[in-house]
């Protein structure tokens, strides 16, 4: 157990659609990064949250936005939501976000786009 | 653009044997290197890493070797068990880009008793 948490595990919606991905990350874990894994893709970064602010941020689509609140939670929203979307999504999560830092992941979820 | 390359999607190996994963990168800018472990319907795990001042890195059964010059680097499991079997992801990062991690594709390791 990683201890970063990600809900839900799958999530099956049409297109057009709009859905709200969450995360926890580990207990004391200040940065929160997602990622996105299509099929036999390697995982392609989205966007690194550090303290609520974004620090840096991958090929995320527009209709893709994300935040990381206060109590440093984060969600993933994805709008307008097409075929190609269908992925697994990874949370990731680090003390600090420094380069040398190891990533704690999530288990995932599951998008299906039908 | 893919800057991070496995060109094996799988590698299968006898209880063992010497498990060799290969990894290519394009940027040279890349200074910090990390390869994943990946179990079915878990996140990836870390498992070694290491730093373009050095070549090699040791943790246990687990070698990285990083030839900055070819622009490769290479996962060494020895002795191969059957627990290793999973996916294995090689990751690459620049110290100026403060963990953003750069994937490849993936090679599934087959680790046969």
């Known amino acids: 157990d990683s201890g970063v948490t990600q809900t839900p595990k799958h999530l099956i919606t049409a297109t057009g659609q709009r859905v709200t991905l969450r995360c926890s990350p580990r207990?004391?874990?200040?940065?929160v990064y997602w990622y996105q894994q299509s099929l036999d893709q390697g995982l392609q970064f989205l966007i690194h949250?550090?303290?609520?602010?974004?620090?840096a941020k991958g090929n995320i689509l527009e209709r893709f936005s994300a935040q990381q609140f206060p109590d440093l939670h984060s969600e993933l929203n994805l709008s307008s939501l097409e075929l190609g979307d269908s992925a697994l999504y990874f949370c990731?999560?680090?003390?600090?976000?420094?380069?040398?830092?190891?990533?704690?992941f999530g288990s995932g979820t599951q998008l299906s786009v039908l | 653009d893919q800057q991070v390359k496995q060109n094996s999607p799988s590698l299968s190996v006898q209880e063992g044997r010497i498990s060799i994963l290969n990894c290519d990168y394009t940027?040279?800018?890349?200074?910090?290197f990390l390869w994943y472990k990946k179990y079915p319907a878990e996140g990836p795990t870390f498992l070694i890493s290491?730093?373009?001042?050095?070549d090699k890195n040791e943790d246990g059964r687990f070698t990285v070797f990083l030839n900055k010059s070819a622009k490769h680097l290479s996962l060494h499991i020895v002795p191969s068990q059957p627990g290793d079997s999973a996916v294995y992801f090689c990751?690459?990062?620049?110290?100026?880009?403060?963990?953003?991690?750069?994937f490849g594709q993936g090679t599934t390791l087959q680790v046969k008793p």
């Open positions: 949250y550090y303290n609520g602010e974004e620090r």
């Open positions: 990731a999560s680090s003390t600090r976000g420094q380069v040398n830092e190891k990533l704690f």
């Open positions: 207990s004391g874990d200040l940065s």
């Open positions: 990751a690459a990062s620049r110290s100026s880009n403060t963990g953003k991690l750069i």
């Open positions: 290491i730093s373009s001042i050095k």
């Open positions: 940027n040279s800018m890349f200074d910090y």
